[in-house]
């Protein structure tokens, strides 16, 4: 079984900064890939960021140029990198792993856009 926790999210002005970290139980080195999804009330919930095995990345078009999904396999633990922050990236993000035909996610953490 493998075990995410997200951490980071908080209440930010716009324009303003934060970094999601995602902790995982186990070596990331080889999984198929990780990503980073997000919900707002009443909306499905949607791909931000996407990380392949072999580092190929995606990016919602909403989020391109501001957002950068990195990881460190030494620590088990990948991110979010959110820079320009708008009101409408308010949303409940999650992390995501997928481990051959398995998929684990995390608890979720709130990010929250606001002057």
């Known amino acids: 079984q493998v075990q995410l926790v997200e951490s980071g999210g908080g209440l930010v002005q716009p324009g303003g900064s934060l970094r999601l970290s995602c902790a995982v139980s186990q070596s990331i080195f080889s999984f198929d890939n990780m990503g980073w999804y997000r919900q707002a009330p009443g909306k499905q919930r949607d791909l931000v960021a996407l990380r392949s095995y072999w580092g190929v990345t995606n990016y919602a078009d909403s989020v391109k140029g501001r957002f950068t999904i990195s990881r460190d396999n030494a620590k088990n633990t990948f991110y979010l990198q959110m820079n320009d922050l708008k009101p409408e990236d308010t949303a409940v993000y999650y992390c995501?792993?997928?481990?051959?035909?398995?998929?684990?996610w995390g608890q979720g953490t709130q990010v929250t856009v606001s002057s």
């Open positions: 995501k792993v997928d481990v051959g035909a398995l998929d684990y």
